[in-house]
């Protein structure tokens, strides 16, 4: 190895493996390019602890390196000294590398490539394009596998013009051909005017970045008061749910001390009461043993002599004096605590309630402006009106609409509707012909048994199964109005509404933000039930009338 190679060696970054460039040095003496050592560095940032890539010895904080400049003069004058004229192996052209074309044996891997010459050309072989004259007006661009395209291929020709009329590019042969008369100009003019279109582009892009990095400032704000808001309801509610938890644990062991003491004060007496009984009989089996042995003897003195002393009994406790009462010792005190459970089921069921209306009223900043709050009076309501009517084809046959198609009333008999795909078959429903978005509000006058629903337009149509059935399915959501009561039904589970009764059933949609809500609707405005959920398509009214009639309302 000769010195020229040897030095190269030693001035090649152990990176990139090739001549130092802007090259700096660690702490640890080695050195490296500049942007090489950086790069290899920016993807430790994460862990924040960076390493030399050749001894592995850590820095804590990011080193911040100066370049060497006595490195740098050294590279700088050891090409001129011919440095290069022995290359490493890593400046040979390898599979993925453009080679260059003039080198013979094994190629050296091309540092330009020439849109005149249409060839590649290694630091040696492109010194004529920096001294010949001929040569310094070529067009030099980073090394291309592709220059090959800039040939015509019809003409053997570089394709220096462009066709506008046919948008392709041309040799100047092709415009004396076939592209004679065309809108044409040269490559460089094309290129100019579409950069200038490209530098348009890029402005509208730059912009739109601008936009949309102010915008995700904005929503990672509102990420950020969101998350701080809900962190501080979760600590709050665990401080109180756990000094309710410790409430509860002090009144439990209030009960359970205040029964024991009850239980051992009723009981001792009972125990004492117990032994004294227990005493006895044992002197009685005693005593009747003694008498049993007198009874069987023979010796008619001995009887009459042991008799007398035998045959007097102590005073006993008789049955009769003891009170026996009722096994009902601490029903009171199971009674009052159920109550209290009860109570307590109650008071929570119903904040619980307010917890979960409070919770799905969360306002999301999104790249509109905020939406407007969901509506509080029925004159608020009124706003969102839409004139629904009922869609014919739709209809089961023994429902009759009327009305311009907005009363829909049960008969007996079937009425004579044409065939059709989208009708009701089983259940006596009907649809609305208008599909809803958006924010929509609408009212039912409802008489007999009647189910008021929205659903998505595939919902089912044809049996009786829940798949065709408002409230049966996760394809609709239905109040039924029955016997002067309400139900909500959704994917076949039944929840009991309560509320005031009224003819009048309102219906409130917000279909971006999941809301559904109804309200009986008389002299005021109640509402019954809220559903917050995601709706993936557009929904249709429905109406399900089992007896009666219902009409949707003209409220414009």
């Known amino acids: 190895m000769d010195q020229n190679q040897l030095d190269r060696e030693r001035l090649c970054c152990s990176i990139c493996l090739d001549l130092l460039k802007d090259p700096v040095t660690t702490s640890c003496g080695h050195s490296y390019c500049m942007n090489c050592i950086r790069s290899h560095w920016d993807t430790q940032d994460v862990k924040r602890v960076y390493s030399c890539p050749q001894c592995m010895k850590t820095f804590t904080p ?28 890593h400046c040979y052209a390898g599979p993925e590398d453009v080679a260059c074309d ?17 060839a590649s050309y290694c630091e040696k072989h492109l010194q004529p394009h920096f001294e010949a004259a001929p040569f310094k007006k070529h067009k030099l661009v980073e090394p291309s596998k592709k220059l090959q395209e800039n040939v015509c291929s019809r003409h053997d020709e ?8 046919d948008q392709q590019s041309i040799c100047y042969l092709c415009l004396m051909d076939e592209h004679k008369g065309h809108d044409t100009v040269s490559a460089a003019a094309e290129r100019t005017e579409r950069q200038r279109e490209l530098e348009g582009s890029r402005l509208n892009i730059q912009q739109r970045i601008q936009d949309r990095e102010k915008d995700v400032k904005l929503l990672q704000q509102e990420v950020e008061a969101i998350n701080g808001s809900a962190d501080k309801a979760v600590e709050h509610s665990e401080e109180m749910f756990t000094e309710l938890i410790r409430l509860m644990e002090k009144r439990r062991s209030d009960v359970k001390q205040q029964v024991r003491s009850q239980q051992e004060t009723e009981v001792s007496p009972v125990k004492e ?6 005493q006895e009989i044992t002197e009685l089996k005693r005593r009747d043993a003694e008498l049993q042995k007198l009874a069987h003897t023979e010796d008619h003195n001995q009887f009459l002599q042991d008799y007398p002393s035998l045959s007097r009994l102590s005073g006993s406790t008789h049955s009769s004096s003891i009170k026996t009462r009722p096994l009902r010792f601490f029903e009171d005190v199971t009674a009052a605590v159920s109550g209290v459970r009860d109570k307590l089921q109650d008071v929570l069921r119903e904040g619980w309630t307010n917890i979960s209306q409070t919770g799905t009223e969360v306002d999301v900043l999104l790249s509109q402006p905020r939406p407007e709050p969901e509506p509080k009076t029925r004159a608020e309501f009124l706003k969102y009106s839409r004139d629904i009517t009922l869609d014919p084809n739709t209809a089961n046959a023994c429902l009759l609409l009327s009305d311009g198609n907005r009363k829909a009333t049960f008969m007996d008999q079937h009425q004579s509707y044409s065939s059709h795909p989208d009708r009701f078959t089983g259940w006596t429903q009907v649809l609305s012909r208008e599909s809803l978005t958006g924010r929509c509000y609408w009212e039912v006058e409802q008489r007999g048994t009647v189910y008021v629903a929205v659903t998505y337009k595939d919902i ?9 059935m408002f409230g049966g399915n996760d394809k609709s959501w239905s109040l039924d109005c029955v016997n002067n009561s309400y139900n909500f039904w959704f994917n076949n589970v039944k929840t009991p509404v309560s509320g005031p009764q009224s003819s009048r059933v309102g219906v409130y949609l917000d279909h971006s933000a999941g809301i559904l809500s109804f309200y009986s609707i008389s002299k005021t405005m109640t509402l019954l039930h809220r559903v917050q959920t995601t709706f993936t398509q557009p929904l249709h009214a429905g109406l399900c009338v089992c007896c009666g009639s219902a009409e949707l309302l003209g409220l414009k």
């Open 62 to 89: 990011r080193p911040d390196l100066g370049k060497n400049t006595m490195l740098a003069d050294l590279v700088e004058e050891l090409k001129k000294t011919g440095l290069q004229a022995a290359p490493a192996d």
């Open 460 to 468: 089912s149509r044809v049996g009786r199964s829940n798949e065709c």
């Open 102 to 118: 003039v080198c013979t044996g094994r190629k050296l891997r091309a540092s330009k490539s020439c849109l005149q010459c249409l």
């Open 273 to 278: 009461l117990q032994e004294k009984l227990e």
């Open 158 to 165: 570089v394709m220096n013009m462009f066709c506008r009329t």
